[in-house]
């Protein structure tokens, strides 16, 4: 299975929670930030809806194999 590198920039990131809403076994958040449970996880749609819900486009999430970004999208 593919894995996927989640990044949070926690300068952007004001707490909305939504991505803790679609993907709670990915995303936690940490005195009012949203931070990824681990930074590589298992490939998911929900880790993709999390992050293109973003507000802010603050989640990253990068394919480690091949290094392209699939979140934010434009």
Do not use: N, Y
């Not at 809806?49 to 507000?55: D, Q, T, V």
């Amino acid at each position: 299975m593919a894995k996927w590198r989640i990044e949070v920039d926690d300068e952007l990131c004001f707490g909305s929670g939504v991505c803790t809403g679609c993907a709670p076994q990915v995303f936690d958040l940490v005195d009012g930030v949203s931070t990824p449970v681990a930074p590589v996880v298992e490939a998911g749609p929900e880790v993709l809806i999390a992050a293109e819900s973003c507000p802010v486009e603050a989640i990253r999430v990068t394919d480690t194999a091949t290094g392209e970004v699939l979140a934010p999208t434009d």
